[in-house]
């Protein structure tokens, strides 16, 4: 515990000089910008009123459709709680590609293997909604044999593990109705901050931040899409010639949002 919270702390400092550039060590640092575009879709089925699977694709890519950034998949079994706590348990399946002015050293997208556990609480007071969700994650990286070429078939030479934990807040609010009934249009707006802790961390305590401003439509109970502005910033696990690298990911993103019951 003390190891998270000192990294929170660490965390929330990196992130607050990666945007003030007042970082003591700035004179070392390289900065990437990149284009993203990010498409997912998420399913909910019900099973009843405490049980419920879910599933979600997203599609990642750089130069808003070129290139690949990133392919996850992910599924999970969520426990409702109550009407507005529930915790999930899970597993993704990435493939993350090389990207940027400093990608890594091998040619290959590198695989993941991830487990995942997450608590979520929900905060209604009428047309507008907090949203919290904590998420653990156990992650197995593939590390990659840098010498195989990239129209070669990639060699994976040990599996890493990692761990990290994230925190989530997002605020919705319904535009057109009262609450969030059929025929919705609402605006959201997140950030989530993913944090590294862990023997295995030699460099990256503060992982990611990511900032979401998006406009949405709720159909029905079944059925939503969402788009707008995200922005994120990455920094890598391992420095570059000494310098820490961080990554300024700036695009679009898409959700579309199934319920089946």
């Known amino acids: 515990m003390k190891k998270i919270i000192s990294g929170c702390k660490y965390a929330i400092a990196s992130l607050v000089a990666v945007f003030a550039g007042e970082d003591a060590q700035a004179q070392t640092r390289l900065t990437t910008h990149s284009t993203i575009g990010w498409y997912n879709t998420f399913h909910t089925v019900k099973v009843n009123d405490k049980w419920?699977?879910?599933?979600?694709?997203?599609?990642?890519?750089?130069?808003?459709?070129k290139n690949w950034q990133q392919?996850?998949?992910?599924v999970g079994v969520q426990r409702?709680?109550?009407?507005d706590i529930s915790v999930l348990a899970g597993y993704g399946w990435i493939e993350t590609f090389p990207y940027g002015d400093y990608?890594?050293?091998?040619?290959?997208?590198?695989?993941?293997?991830r487990i995942y556990e997450q608590l979520v609480i929900n905060d209604v007071h009428g047309r507008v909604a907090f949203n919290h969700r904590?998420?653990?994650?156990?992650?197995?990286?593939?590390?990659?044999?840098?010498?195989?070429p990239a129209e070669d078939k990639r060699e994976i030479t040990d599996w890493q593990f990692l761990q990290r934990v994230r925190y989530q807040f997002r605020t919705q609010i319904a535009l057109n109705n009262p609450t969030m009934t059929d025929n919705t249009i609402y605006a959201s707006v997140y950030d989530e901050l993913f944090i590294g802790f862990g023997g295995q961390i030699l460099n990256n305590i503060f992982d990611q931040n990511r900032v979401g401003i998006m406009a949405g439509y709720r159909?029905?109970?079944?059925f939503s899409v969402e788009a707008g502005f995200l922005s994120q910033i990455v920094q890598q696990a391992r420095p570059v010639s000494g310098s820490d690298?961080?990554?300024?990911?700036?695009?679009?993103?898409?959700?579309?949002?199934?319920?089946?019951?």
């Not at 990608?103 to 293997?113: D, G, S, T, V």
């Not at 904590?134 to 195989?148: C, I, T």
């Not at 159909?219 to 079944?222: E, I, M, P």
């Open 80 to 83: 409702n709680l109550t009407k």
């Open 52 to 65: 419920s699977v879910l599933g979600e694709y997203q599609w990642r890519r750089t130069h808003l459709v």
């Open 71 to 74: 392919s996850l998949f992910r």
């Open 219 to 222: 159909l029905n109970k079944r």
């Open 245 to 261: 690298v961080y990554q300024h990911n700036n695009g679009f993103i898409l959700n579309t949002i199934f319920n089946w019951n």
């Open 134 to 148: 904590f998420r653990y994650e156990q992650r197995w990286l593939g590390l990659l044999d840098a010498s195989v």
């Open 103 to 113: 990608p890594p050293a091998a040619a290959q997208p590198f695989p993941e293997h």
